[in-house]
């Protein structure tokens, strides 16, 4: 057990008795996140205040005992689950809004505030916060700030990183230390900021967020368009960009989507559809964003079989639900579901996608691409029934190497986490991966952390 | 002397004759930037590949000798002045733009090159880099880069920053590392991109980049909007943010400045006007951007004295010639500018301005403020016709104190060099500094890479 009596009884004798857990139900809960991988924590603390988190930091810091901070447990690396048991420290507690500072356009938050409760909030003061990734509803910023995750608006809008103004963490040493500033812009020191944001909750617990904000975008409009292979749609998504569009969102969905999203429900496509393109456009002026979507549209008329533009909200609605059907159709196919979010220059995706095709061919797994291809970020599954199938494995190796050689990155948007850290020497070289762990040394020193994570243990 | 006899042995020895340079009139060329404060180097190192920064840096890390690494000299803090003597270790003959890569919108250079002449190049392919410092004709990329330099566009188009994909960099010891990726997104490891940027040369020597680029944009139309006073026009350029809008510029100048323009230049403005705002927005469709700047206009309109709306080029030459005199034009006044680049949250701007100005009565020093309102960025200026006046140092420290209890930041683009190092500790607290430094000892464990700056010394 990797909770000793002495760290036990420092927190027991700390905490009241509602704000930890040591039985066995309750534990459960919390040794797992959406990587399906699970590890047993010996105790869970549910903080809410700044000064509990530093407390349990100390304790942590000072017995020795491993801290694996949590948000809502949604990640896709395994960055929460509790590796060599200890405490699970969770700021579900701690998710309230602050404040909303209308004139400074920004919120500050609860680290444990679900992001789209967050969303919903700032929306009712006409205020968005882009930053949307699909497990919003369960994500909490926290999580979602120490993995840097993505999400369908990132092209026009930029990662959550863009949207950062200052931070609150707790150090492992039990230290409050604030990151960033109010101020829109700031050039003050080292950009600790960045460093903590797509951490993986490595270097120290962020509690509190202040984040920048615009005005809503009460126009959406979107359009599907099918084609009649992949190659031509990732030319028209390039001819997009290359016109001068960054549109909200800018999705391709392969065949083999289709093929499964087919099974899951009724699908009436054009003749011959292999591939198509999702593309969102918003902004204030409703004229404009109409105007804007059929110009992009435009684009792409020619080589497109047809275009299904949507004319209603439902229209739209029923464009996404199709993105978004995907994942969960997949299950169709396979028991297992292998999801990469491999990152490649846009110049590069049409090797990606056919090298991931191969790969799968080769070790003989089903393969479902689809992605955010404005941003040459591809979700590549291979599909499995057998848990933590060998084949799967081989597969992300030569996926991992094959990216790599094409100038991209492991990973887009979900971090390195567990999943991924086989892999960390693809991309970076020993000395950059020992500056990396030095520089973690300096935020923790007795390595409580998070540990087992990002880097591979030796 | 800070060079030891046998540093500058080792360095003779390894580089060609006509890569340095011992003479004291080369060295004074090397010995100030443009706070024109002013330190001798011993030598002068025109480094012209990776291999030679890597060289001077293994002989200075094994010599204890500083070496201070050097863009164009534009810098505005003292970034780039060998405080201590030893090296000036210039990138200017690493000037080369090495890809331009259409499909991936990136562009890969070497770190000396001029920020304009990268900005022509890429613009000649149709493709645009935002980031355009005032400094641009004579700042480096890599000085851009280290000091995290804003300009005019932050508002519309971000920070530096969000448009680095990738930075090849020298460490102290030698070893050269890559962060980030070709790729548009990558969260493979810690943000190590980030925390180069804005380090001011302190952690290692960023000796080539790859920025992510747009589509040039080839419509600009601007407009100049005067008011009665300082407080309606700041109004009216939160209603314009309020809208939805965030033009490429929205900046403002107050009416010391238009005293200054006057005893520079003729200047026919609206009868009892107080200060102005100056809005430009761009875009890919001509007709599209005039409708934004009508509409931005119409926001303020009824407020406002009277709007210039450029209609031809040169009107809109004029209109930001406007802008671009003030500064010179601050030298009628007084022989010295004391230019501060504070930071505030939005919603504190009048409050920060009017500080400013009750400060200088105070101290009895003209003031003079304009600067980048929508980003919260206020250029105040000190002047005096008295060398390293005490006035000017008061009136400084006080501005700091005032900035911080408002919530903003030291700096918002110019960094913290030597001039504001000593202000350092009314914004991060004690802890933060002692991490900040702990930090840059991991990569500079010797302390020979730019000492002097950011940290004071104790």
Same mark, same amino acid.
């Given at each position: 057990?990797?909770?000793?009596?002495?760290?036990?009884?420092?927190?027991?004798?700390?905490?009241?008795?509602?704000?930890?857990?040591?039985?066995?139900?309750?534990?459960?809960?919390?040794?797992?996140?959406?990587?399906?991988?699970?590890?047993?924590?010996?105790?869970?603390?549910?903080?809410?205040?700044?000064?509990?988190?530093?407390?349990?930091?100390?304790?942590?810091?000072?017995?020795?005992?491993?801290?694996?901070?949590?948000?809502?447990?949604?990640?896709?690396?395994?960055?929460?689950?509790?590796?060599?048991?200890?405490?699970?420290?969770?700021?579900?507690?701690?998710?309230?809004?602050?404040? =909303?500072?209308?004139?400074?356009?920004?919120?500050?938050?609860?680290?444990?505030?679900?992001?789209?409760?967050?969303?919903?909030?700032?929306?009712?003061?006409?205020?968005?916060?882009?930053?949307?990734?699909?497990?919003?509803?369960?994500?909490?910023?926290?999580?979602?700030?120490?993995?840097?995750?993505?999400?369908?608006?990132?092209?026009?809008?930029?990662?959550?990183?863009?949207?950062?103004?200052?931070?609150?963490?707790?150090?492992?040493?039990?230290?409050?230390?604030?990151?960033?500033?109010?101020?829109?812009? @700031?050039?003050?020191?080292?950009?600790?900021?960045?460093?903590?944001?797509?951490?993986?909750?490595?270097?120290?617990?962020?509690?509190?967020?202040?984040?920048?904000?615009?005005?809503?975008? *009460?126009?959406?409009? @979107?359009?599907?368009?099918?084609?009649?292979?992949?190659?031509?749609?990732?030319?028209?998504?390039?001819?997009?960009?290359?016109?001068?569009?960054?549109?909200?969102?800018?999705?391709?969905?392969?065949?083999?989507?289709?093929?499964?999203?087919? @099974?899951?429900?009724?699908?009436?496509?054009?003749?011959?559809?292999?591939?198509?393109?999702?593309?969102?456009?918003?902004?204030?002026?409703?004229?404009?964003?109409?105007?804007?979507?059929?110009?992009?549209?435009?684009?792409?008329? *020619?080589?497109?079989?047809?275009?299904?533009?949507?004319?209603?909200?439902?229209?739209?609605?029923?464009?996404?639900?199709?993105?978004?059907?995907?994942?969960?159709?997949?299950?169709?196919?396979?028991?297992?579901?292998?999801?990469?979010?491999?990152?490649?220059?846009?110049?590069?995706?049409?090797?990606?996608?056919?090298?991931?095709?191969?790969?799968?061919?080769?070790?003989?797994?089903?393969?479902?691409?689809?992605?955010?291809?404005?941003?040459?970020?591809?979700?590549?599954?291979?599909?499995?029934?057998?848990?933590?199938?060998?084949?799967?494995?081989?597969?992300? *190796?030569?996926?991992?190497?094959?990216?790599?050689?094409?100038? &991209?990155?492991?990973?887009?948007?979900?971090?390195?986490?567990?999943?991924?850290?086989?892999?960390?020497?693809?991309?970076?070289?020993?000395?950059? =991966?020992?500056? *990396?762990?030095?520089?973690?040394?300096?935020?923790?020193?007795? &390595?409580?952390?998070?540990?087992?994570?990002?880097?591979?243990?030796?």
């Amino acid at each position: 057990m990797a909770l000793s009596n002495e760290a036990k009884k420092r927190l027991s004798a700390g905490l009241d008795a509602g704000d930890f857990a040591l039985d066995k139900d309750t534990r459960l809960c919390y040794a797992y996140d959406a990587t399906r991988r699970e590890a047993m924590p010996d105790i869970v603390v549910f903080a809410s205040s700044i000064e509990q988190v530093a407390f349990v930091m100390k304790v942590a810091n000072e017995t020795g005992t491993p801290v694996y901070p949590r948000g809502g447990g949604s990640g896709l690396t395994g960055g929460s689950i509790p590796l060599k048991g200890g405490i699970v420290l969770t700021l579900e507690r701690m998710n309230q809004i602050l404040q =909303i500072d209308e004139n400074n356009f920004s919120v500050t938050a609860q680290a444990g505030i679900k992001l789209e409760t967050l969303r919903d909030e700032v929306k009712k003061r006409g205020l968005f916060f882009p930053p949307d990734p699909s497990s919003g509803k369960i994500a909490a910023l926290g999580g979602v700030l120490a993995e840097c995750a993505g999400g369908l608006n990132v092209l026009k809008y930029g990662p959550i990183s863009n949207y950062v103004l200052r931070l609150k963490a707790v150090l492992p040493s039990g230290e409050v230390i604030t990151v960033g500033s109010h101020a829109p812009k @700031s050039v003050t020191g080292y950009d600790l900021k960045h460093l903590l944001i797509g951490s993986e909750g490595t270097l120290a617990v962020i509690v509190e967020a202040t984040l920048s904000l615009l005005v809503y975008p *009460q126009y959406q409009q @979107s359009f599907c368009a099918f084609f009649s292979s992949l190659q031509v749609a990732l030319e028209g998504a390039n001819r997009i960009l290359r016109a001068g569009f960054r549109p909200r969102s800018l999705e391709f969905i392969d065949s083999h989507s289709f093929e499964c999203i087919r @099974s899951y429900k009724p699908l009436s496509l054009p003749e011959g559809t292999e591939a198509a393109l999702l593309v969102e456009e918003d902004g204030h002026d409703e004229e404009e964003v109409s105007r804007q979507v059929h110009q992009i549209a435009s684009v792409v008329h *020619q080589e497109s079989l047809e275009i299904h533009l949507a004319r209603t909200p439902e229209e739209r609605e029923q464009i996404w639900s199709l993105r978004k059907s995907i994942s969960p159709a997949l299950y169709s196919l396979a028991k297992y579901k292998i999801n990469e979010d491999i990152c490649v220059p846009r110049g590069r995706i049409v090797e990606a996608i056919s090298g991931a095709y191969d790969i799968g061919e080769e070790v003989g797994l089903r393969t479902v691409i689809f992605g955010h291809t404005g941003d040459g970020n591809l979700h590549v599954n291979f599909m499995t029934d057998v848990d933590q199938d060998p084949k799967a494995e081989e597969a992300v *190796q030569k996926l991992m190497k094959m990216v790599v050689s094409l100038g &991209g990155t492991l990973s887009g948007e979900h971090g390195i986490g567990i999943t991924k850290s086989p892999y960390l020497g693809y991309e970076l070289s020993p000395a950059e =991966i020992e500056l *990396q762990k030095n520089l973690k040394a300096v935020f923790d020193p007795n &390595g409580v952390l998070n540990p087992g994570k990002i880097f591979k243990e030796t």
